[in-house]
């Protein structure tokens, strides 16, 4: 990969992020052509080349967050946000956690069911024994 297709990428990656830019209009800021045919096709070429590929990976997985980084941060809203922001965090710290669910029982109207009725309340199905 070249210096101006690194730039391209670049600015492709960061207009995902950002400034919500397409690929030709990334490759239009960087080559600076005024052909939005070309800056397609000449962008596809090289979003498909590998190297591109595997250094648009490694730039995401540098920028991603981790699940535990979301956690930790909602955790700080939680703490230090407002009351609205708090709110949200906590609602969302919970339904990760599995806090919040509903378990409806719409099969055995509250009675308990062994395994073999649990199976046969689904249809014609049998089981041995």
């Given at each position: 990969?070249?210096?101006?297709?690194?730039?391209?990428?670049?600015?492709?990656?960061?207009?995902?992020?950002g400034e919500?830019?397409?690929?030709?209009?990334?490759?239009?800021?960087?080559?600076?052509?005024?052909?939005?045919?070309?800056?397609?096709?000449?962008?596809?070429?090289?979003?498909?080349?590998?190297?591109?590929?595997?250094?648009?990976?490694?730039?995401?997985?540098?920028?991603?967050?981790?699940?535990?980084?979301?956690?930790?941060?909602?955790?700080?809203?939680?703490?230090?946000?407002?009351?609205?922001?708090?709110?949200?965090?906590?609602?969302?710290?919970?339904?990760?956690?599995?806090?919040?669910?509903?378990?409806?029982?719409?099969?055995?109207?509250?009675?308990?069911?062994?395994?073999?009725?649990?199976?046969?309340?689904?249809?014609?199905?049998?089981?041995p024994g």
């Open positions: 990969m070249n210096l101006r297709q690194k730039a391209f990428v670049d600015t492709y990656i960061a207009g995902l992020l919500k830019l397409s690929a030709p209009q990334a490759y239009l800021k960087v080559y600076r052509t005024k052909s939005l045919k070309v800056a397609g096709r000449e962008s596809h070429r090289i979003l498909q080349r590998p190297e591109v590929k595997e250094y648009i990976q490694q730039k995401m997985s540098e920028l991603a967050m981790s699940g535990n980084e979301v956690l930790v941060r909602l955790a700080e809203i939680a703490r230090n946000g407002t009351n609205t922001e708090k709110l949200k965090a906590l609602e969302l710290i919970g339904k990760v956690h599995g806090l919040f669910t509903e378990r409806v029982d719409v099969t055995s109207g509250g009675e308990k069911l062994s395994f073999k009725e649990f199976i046969q309340s689904y249809g014609n199905i049998r089981l």
